[in-house]
């Protein structure tokens, strides 16, 4: 059994950065994939971004590509999102996802962290 916990959302300005933080334990950290979705109110949940086990390979959705990065930590059990020039529409609760199987299906969900952008 994996827990994953967010931490690090906020409230911050149109332009400004926060970075996004999940800790992971119960399992292997350093063989899943990882991933970061987010729903902001009214709309359905949305990938963000995705990292391989290894850190080779990285994915962004359209919205967030050149502004958004994602890294992990093996050492730490942990995954981060750096988020950079940050839009109102960039608001949502964000959650992180393992992928234990490498299958593209999330089995593990972390509770969520509010980040809210204003204008």
């Known amino acids: 059994q994996v827990q994953l916990v967010e931490s690090g959302g906020g409230l911050v300005q149109a332009g400004g950065s926060l970075r996004l933080s999940c800790a992971a334990s119960g399992g292997t950290f350093s063989t899943y994939d990882m991933g970061w979705f987010r729903q902001a109110p009214g709309k359905e949940r949305e990938f963000v971004a995705r990292?391989?086990?290894?850190?080779?390979?990285?994915y962004y959705a359209d919205s967030v590509k050149g502004r958004f990065t994602i890294s992990r930590d093996s050492a730490k059990n942990t995954v981060y999102l750096q988020m950079n020039s940050l839009k109102p529409e960039d608001t949502a609760v964000y959650y992180c996802a393992s992928d234990v199987g490498h299958t593209g299906r999330y089995d593990y969900w972390g509770q969520g962290t509010q980040v809210t952008v204003s204008s």
């Open positions: 990292i391989t086990w290894s850190s080779v390979r990285t």
